[in-house]
């Protein structure tokens, strides 16, 4: 039996969600002391698969240790087997139906209720999780599991109104024209990242919004802030079997979903080789699908500041060292290629660069002085963690060194207890090096000097150095050379700066997204994305009936 729909709703105003601060003495601050504090005593938690709003305990059992302290662990968690990923996804197929035709002001009162237990009842708790698990300062996990996610449901809803309100502007003499915005046939296999809480709760609950279901494989190194929002989603009202949390072994999981007949559209964020592997595996199996499913990505980048001779020195190096080194140069986003004029450079940026960066402190997120905390990174076969991502790092930071890059600051680190590296920057003459190349994914920058008069050649370099194109910043007061640098760099990066750092975009204010290695550029945050997970189907009903079939041109 549908229900019926008596009225055009009009959902309410959205507006970013207001960050805390956390400073001393506030009431925020001892409220996730006090929520870290329980957490600690409590763990490890044991974490189970929830597939049709159900716990599933498989007994093969994984762990998520904490990054600043790998000899503990967060949660131990149950991994998702074949017949589990089975059950999940007949399961999903079952809910499907109802889902879809429930009515959109129903479905958007679930995802803003869902917005409100992220930014109130869970907020702390979800915090906490962020902190010890993956390894984030306050801010950072504020920012994060708090502030973004919260956006990402509230603008969500937002813009899929505005997305059932496009409507064709023209009717036929005794028609109407109307499209409605289908989900797509079959389910939405979700893959998230460890990096962000927010982005494990939008890759499922973005397509879910429009009425898709969708298994979800969250990150190893984040199973339990991802289990979290897993329990908010039903509170908040998704029914039974619309999500479906399935951990486990990335490539598993993974395969057994993009296997399936009824296998319509992937979402994911991770690693560019992964991603191009998944979409080869996809396309090989377009013989077995229903139709040709979507494919969402965002995957790495080797992002860019370029520093013009007309720059705020200042600010520069600020912005510089924020983007870099915040999250330990963890997000998709960081700066990695640092490209200044040489003119600047002897000017007091490379001094007041270096006396910055030896300001910074680093150590366990649970020190709320600390700026900077653990490195996490994830190997899937076996599911190590922390260990990989040090080595890494370091072993660039090497290659460098042995390429004759000079290590002005930082270039050490301590695996004793938690996986830390100190704040690194390479000064480079080969525009061309591996670190001006390859991701790292860590709190490493290189630097490239160049001369003033050769400030357009330098576009060109940073152009062509790296397959990646997500985001860069420019920083200059001569807006001439903003403007040259944009035009020149048009398809450098999908989210470009003036005077501002290379991360930190905001819903609602800048979509996200990079192209060329970088990912399908999708724009997470904006109405853009939700495109991707309709299937649009036009309707025209006629109101007046033909008396015959001749054209008028037949007449003689």
């Known amino acids: 039996m549908s229900t019926p729909q008596l009225a055009t709703f009009k959902i309410p105003a959205i507006d970013n969600e207001p960050m805390r601060s956390y400073a001393p003495g506030s009431v925020e601050r001892k409220a996730l002391e006090a929520a870290i504090a329980e957490m600690e005593q409590q763990l490890p938690f044991e974490v189970p698969c929830i597939v049709n709003g159900k716990e599933v305990r498989t007994g093969k059992i994984a762990k998520q240790p904490l990054p600043h302290d790998h000899a503990r662990h967060l949660c131990t968690y149950h991994e998702a087997d074949e017949a589990t990923v089975?059950?999940?996804?007949?399961?999903?197929?079952?809910?499907?139906?109802e889902w879809e035709s429930l009515p959109w002001n129903d479905r958007a009162a679930i995802f803003l209720k869902a917005a409100d237990l992220v930014s109130g009842k869970y907020r702390y708790k979800l915090l906490a999780a962020t902190i010890l698990g993956q390894g984030k300062n306050a801010w950072q996990a504020e920012i994060d599991a708090a502030a973004e996610f919260a956006d990402f449901l509230r603008f969500g809803v937002k813009f899929v109104e505005e997305l059932y309100a496009q409507q064709p502007s023209k009717n036929?003499?005794?028609?109407?024209?109307?499209?409605?915005?289908?989900?797509?046939?079959?389910?939405?296999?979700?893959?998230?990242?460890?990096?962000?809480?927010?982005?494990?709760?939008?890759?499922?609950?973005?397509?879910?919004l429009v009425g898709n279901v969708v298994v979800w494989k969250p990150s190893p190194a984040a199973t339990y802030s991802n289990y979290l929002i897993q329990k908010i989603f039903a509170e908040a009202g998704v029914?039974?079997?619309?999500?479906?949390?399935?951990?486990?072994?990335?490539?598993?999981?993974?395969?057994?979903?993009?296997?399936?007949?009824?296998?319509?559209?992937?979402?994911?964020?991770?690693s560019t080789f992964i991603f191009k592997k998944l979409w080869k595996d996809i396309s090989a199996n377009l013989d077995l699908y229903k139709g040709y499913p979507r494919i969402v990505g965002e995957t790495g980048g080797k992002n860019f500041h370029l520093v013009h001779k007309s720059a705020d020195i200042r600010n520069a190096v600020i912005q510089t060292i924020r983007g870099a080194f915040e999250y330990q140069g963890q997000k998709c986003s960081a700066l990695s290629r640092l490209y200044v004029s040489a003119s600047v450079w002897n000017a007091g940026f490379k001094d007041q660069l270096l006396s910055e960066i030896a300001k910074i402190k680093i150590g366990a997120p649970t020190d709320f002085s600390n700026f900077m905390g653990p490195v996490m990174r994830v190997l899937s076969k076996p599911h190590i963690f922390g260990r990989p991502a040090y080595d890494k790092i370091i072993g660039y930071i090497q290659k460098a060194k042995d390429a004759g890059g000079e290590v002005l600051i930082g270039g050490t680190g301590d695996d004793s207890k938690g996986y830390f590296i100190q704040p690194t920057v390479?000064?480079?003459?080969?525009?061309?090096?591996?670190?001006l190349v390859e991701e790292i994914f860590g709190p490493v920058i290189t630097v490239s000097l160049y001369e003033d008069e050769d400030y357009e050649k330098t576009l060109d370099i940073i152009d062509s150095t790296t397959d990646y194109a997500l985001t860069?910043?420019?920083?200059?007061?001569?807006?001439?050379?903003?403007?040259t640098a944009t035009n020149r760099l048009r398809n450098s990066a999908g989210n470009v700066y003036y005077n501002d750092k290379c991360t930190g975009a905001v819903v609602g204010q800048q979509p996200f997204g990079g192209g060329r290695a970088s990912g399908t550029n999708d724009k997470a945050g904006s109405i853009s994305i939700f495109y991707r997970f309709v299937s649009a189907r036009s309707i025209k009903e006629n109101f007046v009936n033909l008396e015959d079939f001749h054209y008028p041109s037949n007449l003689v």
């Open 239 to 270: 029914p039974a079997g619309v999500i479906q949390f399935t951990p486990g072994p990335p490539a598993e999981v993974v395969a057994q979903a993009i296997n399936n007949r009824n296998f319509a559209a992937l979402h994911f964020t991770g």
């Open 172 to 208: 036929a003499p005794g028609a109407w024209n109307r499209v409605e915005y289908r989900a797509l046939e079959g389910f939405v296999l979700a893959v998230s990242p460890f990096n962000f809480t927010a982005i494990g709760g939008n890759l499922p609950g973005t397509p879910a």
């Open 86 to 97: 089975a059950s999940a996804i007949e399961g999903a197929l079952a809910a499907k139906a």
């Open 472 to 483: 860069g910043a420019i920083f200059a007061a001569d807006r001439k050379a903003l403007l």
């Open 426 to 435: 390479i000064l480079s003459k080969d525009p061309k090096s591996v670190t």
